[in-house]
Structure formats: C-alpha cells, structure tokens
C-alpha cells in the first residue's frame, strides 16, 4: 500500500509511530492546508514521508500513491473521500464515515463506478478480542440486554460552557457526543446483533448539539442502551446479557482490551487475545491485505456494515432533532 495521509491532527499523530510496524505500508505522502505545512514537515522528516503537498488535489494526483486515508474532521470526511475516489484512489475514511447515510452512498456508488476500494476506519470491528465476543456470543443462550457506556468530560467543554464553540462542540461541524463517542458504540453492537428494527436517542442538547445522550436500539428479542457523554463522565463500561451468562468489557468499545466472559454456575474467565496494543494496528494491517488483493466481496461486507451504522445514526439525529453540517 502506498499511501498518502489528509490531515495533521491527533489521530495522524497516533496513527505515523503505530504504521511503523507494519512495513507493507509505505507513507508516502501527506496533504493538508498551508498552515499545516510546518506540522507536516516535521511529521515527514521524524517518519519519514517522501512528499508533502499543500495543494491537496496535487497530492490526491501523485502517481506514487494508490491509497489515501481521510484522517480529517468529521465534517470534511465527505468532501475530501470523494475528491480521493474521484481521482481513481482507494479510500480509508475516520469513523464516523459521513455526516448522512445519502453521503455514504453517493461515496459508494462513485468507488463502484471507479473500481476502487471504500473502507471505513473503525477500529473495534478489526479487534481480535472483538471477534472472539462475536465467536462467544453464542455461549451466552438468548442475548436480553446489551448496555454500552462511553461517557468522559471533555478538556473542551468548560470552554463550550463559558461560549466557546470549539469544534467537537460545533453541529455545523459533526460534533457531539454521538458522532464522537457513541459511534463506537453503535458499530459495537450493529456488528454484533445487525440492524435494529427501533432507533430512539434521548439528547441532552445545548446550542444545537448533543453534549451527552441515551441511545436505545430495539430488537426482535433484545433492547441494546448505547451512553455517551462529554459534558460528563463514569465508568467506561458495556455488558452484554444472555439467559445463558454475561460478558463485561471494562474500558472503551474503541479498544476492546479485554473481557470477562462469565457463563450460569460457572467463574468467570479473563479473556484477552490482543496482537498489538494499538487499537489502530489491526484495521490497517486487514486494509493493506483487503487492498492488495482488491478484496471487493469483503469490502462489500464491511461496507454493508457501516451502512446499517449510518442507518443508526441517520435515525438517532431525525428522533433527537438534531441537524449537523
């Protein structure tokens, strides 16, 4: 994979020493706005990248590169992936995918029409010990009930309170708490139990956007809580109870880094199957392979996932009276 990186912010700072380790990925350049051009040199001089382009659509027309990955704001996710698919590149696109499910679909006809790749970056559908629930599922008999709480106090939201609307903050931007925080969480449980048949999001909203809110996905047999927060904070938990046992992952549903697994009469057992400790490590290396064999049928897959995500989250906006973008 040749691979050429929109963006210079956080996750780009995450993602460069975590790529290191995964040789099959060459970075070979990285694009993003002139008063980025400092940022990225030095990012391309520490990694290192070949070429660092201030003029994105001359990046996204470098023939070295085969494969871009939109690692920008929420709100740019759109606009920039189709400008990649467009010019005939492979796409990684950051959760969440789009601001819209009618966004995601136009992105996904144009990949259809150029012959590329559409993948969305998100991290626990790739985790080994994600996988191993999915596997175990079955053990716990009839699933009941699934509870997802993602809550943590934001660095930035004394600053929204005192009226400074800083991005994550910012609805005209995709900011909230569910596109920030319970996107984890509904990829969580979409990935396990599929499409609900009932979406409900009960928001707290201040200025237009969701601080903090309460998600409720019913099933034909099972009702699934999806808690997210940035206006304030718990314990970062999610359980998932069947007639049969339980299983409790303690930590986030973006790193699933381990769980305990605990069946009617029997201890509980630890299980951690991880291969690396950063979350990002496994959805890149299964890209890179997804890529290299333009995998298309396991693309579609992936990609019907993330739609019935979008569905979610299309739903959950429309219930809680929320407009982003």
Same mark, same amino acid.
């Given at each position: 994979?040749?691979?050429?990186?929109?963006?210079?912010?956080?996750? *780009?700072?995450? !993602?460069? $020493?975590?790529?290191?380790?995964?040789?099959? =990925?060459?970075?070979?350049?990285?694009?993003?706005?002139?008063?980025?051009?400092?940022?990225?040199?030095?990012?391309?001089?520490?990694?290192?990248?070949?070429?660092?382009? @201030?003029?994105?659509?001359?990046?996204?027309?470098? $023939?070295? *590169?085969?494969?871009?990955?939109?690692?920008?704001?929420?709100?740019?996710?759109?606009? !920039?992936?189709?400008?990649?698919?467009?010019?005939?590149?492979?796409?990684?696109?950051?959760?969440?995918?789009?601001?819209?499910?009618?966004?995601?679909?136009?992105?996904?006809?144009?990949?259809?029409?150029?012959?590329?790749?559409?993948?969305?970056? =998100?991290?626990?559908?790739?985790?080994?010990?994600?996988?191993?629930?999915?596997?175990?599922?079955?053990?716990?008999?009839?699933?009941? =009930?699934?509870?997802?709480?993602?809550?943590?106090?934001?660095?930035?939201?004394?600053?929204?309170?005192?009226?400074?609307?800083?991005?994550? !903050?910012? $609805?005209?931007?995709?900011?909230?708490?569910?596109?920030?925080?319970?996107?984890?969480?509904?990829?969580?449980?979409?990935?396990?139990?599929?499409?609900?048949?009932?979406?409900?999001?009960?928001?707290?909203?201040?200025?237009?956007?969701? @601080?903090?809110?309460?998600? @409720?996905?019913?099933?034909?047999?099972?009702?699934?809580?999806?808690?997210?927060?940035?206006?304030?904070?718990?314990?970062?938990?999610?359980?998932?109870?069947?007639?049969?046992?339980?299983?409790?992952?303690?930590? $986030?549903?973006?790193?699933?880094?381990?769980?305990?697994?605990?069946?009617?009469?029997?201890?509980?057992?630890? *299980?951690?199957?991880?291969?690396?400790?950063?979350?990002?490590?496994?959805?890149?290396?299964? !890209?890179?392979?997804?890529?290299?064999?333009?995998?298309?049928?396991?693309?579609?897959?992936?990609?019907?996932?993330?739609?019935?995500?979008?569905?979610? *989250?299309?739903?959950?906006?429309?219930?809680?009276?929320?407009?982003?973008?």
């Amino acid at each position: 994979m040749k691979l050429a990186i929109l963006g210079a912010g956080k996750i *780009v700072h995450d !993602f460069l $020493p975590m790529v290191q380790a995964l040789p099959s =990925i060459e970075v070979a350049a990285i694009c993003g706005l002139p008063q980025d051009e400092p940022e990225m040199t030095r990012l391309a001089d520490q990694f290192p990248i070949a070429h660092v382009y @201030t003029d994105i659509n001359e990046g996204l027309a470098d $023939p070295a *590169v085969d494969t871009v990955y939109v690692a920008l704001p929420n709100a740019l996710h759109f606009r !920039f992936a189709k400008l990649a698919l467009e010019a005939g590149k492979n796409v990684i696109c950051e959760k969440p995918f789009t601001l819209h499910l009618a966004e995601l679909e136009t992105l996904k006809d144009i990949a259809e029409a150029k012959g590329v790749l559409l993948l969305e970056a =998100i991290t626990n559908q790739y985790l080994t010990n994600y996988q191993q629930i999915k596997a175990d599922l079955p053990k716990l008999g009839d699933i009941k =009930i699934v509870s997802c709480n993602y809550s943590q106090y934001s660095s930035r939201y004394d600053a929204f309170k005192a009226g400074t609307v800083l991005p994550v !903050f910012d $609805p005209k931007l995709g900011g909230g708490a569910l596109m920030d925080l319970n996107i984890y969480n509904i990829h969580f449980v979409v990935g396990l139990l599929g499409k609900p048949v009932a979406v409900h999001y009960f928001a707290n909203i201040d200025r237009g956007v969701d @601080t903090s809110g309460i998600l @409720t996905l019913t099933y034909p047999t099972c009702q699934a809580l999806c808690i997210a927060a940035k206006d304030c904070a718990a314990p970062v938990t999610s359980s998932i109870q069947g007639d049969a046992g339980s299983i409790i992952v303690e930590g $986030p549903t973006n790193t699933v880094e381990r769980f305990d697994e605990t069946l009617n009469g029997q201890p509980s057992i630890q *299980v951690d199957r991880r291969v690396s400790d950063h979350r990002m490590f496994q959805e890149f290396d299964n !890209f890179e392979r997804l890529i290299r064999l333009a995998d298309h049928a396991e693309a579609d897959r992936r990609m019907a996932h993330s739609e019935a995500v979008m569905q979610v *989250v299309d739903a959950a906006l429309n219930d809680a009276g929320i407009t982003l973008g």
